[in-house]
């Protein structure tokens, strides 16, 4: 949605301020913070989207002007409802994976 033409002047410079590292970086972290035995786990899981919340685009609409962020967001879920519509009682399933990493001292 940023790349389309109405919003992309919004986010011009726009790098994601959140990291989301995998199972080898989060080892690498671990033995240069001086910890050991790191398992690391990748838990995939679908969650179920009642709502859709401006918290979940805060990255994105700290950079558009208060007037147009509700619409941003409105275009953002509607464009993801079109591609992974609802199902059969009108839930919207959304995939993620959550990584559990336990170390040790």
């Known amino acids: 949605m940023s790349a389309e033409k109405r919003w992309k002047g919004y986010f011009v410079g726009f790098t994601y301020p ?3 590292y995998g199972v080898e970086e989060y080892k690498e972290l671990i033995s240069r913070a001086g ?3 790191s398992k690391g786990y990748g838990t995939r899981w679908k969650r179920i989207a009642e709502s859709v919340g401006a918290h979940s685009f ?8 208060e007037a147009l962020r509700d619409n941003f967001i409105k275009e953002v879920a509607s464009a ?3 591609q992974q519509p609802p199902d059969e009682i009108g839930r919207i399933h ?3 994976v959550r990584l559990e990493v336990e170390a040790t001292l």
């Open 18 to 20: 959140w990291l989301f």
């Open 35 to 37: 910890l050991a035995d």
């Open 58 to 65: 805060l990255p994105y609409t700290a950079r558009l002007p």
């Open 80 to 82: 993801y409802v079109r």
């Open 94 to 96: 959304v995939q993620m």
